[in-house]
T-cell receptor
């Protein structure tokens, strides 16, 4: 079974609204989670590194005020896309780092469509 | 920051051929190197994980090698099948993050 659960799998929202994507580690405590974005026919680009109890570290070019990341517990990180725009339509996927073995487990991904 | 590069970007082979996909990374201090498969419109399927202390991993027709000193990993697919058609991604995990290569889009023709 999945060790990292991502929800929702699919979401459609209207332009200007906000949408939240959740990433949960089910079998371990993840002090670090990663968020990626993938546009069609492109690779996965790291958006930010989420550390429990502290601010996320964003990659260059990723707007931290637009993509809000919260890692309030050792098993949950959330990505909120604020004031969504059709250009934000993409595949978003999270992963969680199991500190025991330095193993990364990925969620199933979330397809976001902004209309 | 770490950079991961994959070549070729695309590969088309007839069924039955053996093939090699290449991955190079800039951080020799990686903890591990992982190969994934991604089908169109789908998420990631982990294929092989090679820890930094290992040289290779095998699973069925797949064999992945890791050479940290040269910053290279290869994924060998034996006796390719049309069902192997997908995009193959490699990713390196270091102390800070995990980054992906751009992927190799593989097509195996019947």
């Amino acid at each position: 079974g999945a060790v990292v659960s991502q929800h929702p799998s699919w979401v459609i929202c209207k332009s200007g609204t906000s949408v939240k994507i959740e990433c949960r580690s089910l079998d371990f405590q993840a002090t670090t989670m990663f968020w990626y974005r993938q546009f069609p026919k492109q690779s996965l680009m790291l958006m930010a590194t989420s550390n429990e109890g502290s601010k996320a570290t964003y990659e260059q070019g990723v707007e931290k005020d637009k993509f809000l990341i919260n890692h309030a517990s050792l098993t949950l990180s959330t990505l909120t896309v604020t004031s969504a725009h059709p250009e934000d339509s993409s595949f978003y996927i999270c992963s969680a780092r199991d500190p025991a073995g330095n193993t990364i487990y990925f969620g199933e991904g979330s397809w976001l469509t902004v209309v | 920051k770490q950079e991961v590069t994959q070549i070729p970007a695309a590969l088309s082979v007839p069924e039955g051929e053996n093939l090699v996909l290449n991955c190079s990374f800039t951080d020799s201090a990686i903890y591990n190197l992982q190969w994934f498969r991604q089908d169109p419109g789908k998420g990631l399927t982990s294929l092989l994980l090679i820890q930094s202390s290992q040289r290779e991993q095998t699973s069925g027709r797949l064999n992945a090698s890791l050479d940290k000193s040269s910053g290279r990993s290869t994924l060998y697919i034996a006796a390719s099948q049309p069902g192997d058609s997908a995009t193959y991604l490699c990713a390196g995990l270091n102390n800070n993050d995990m980054r992906f290569g751009a992927g190799t889009r593989l097509t195996v023709k019947p």
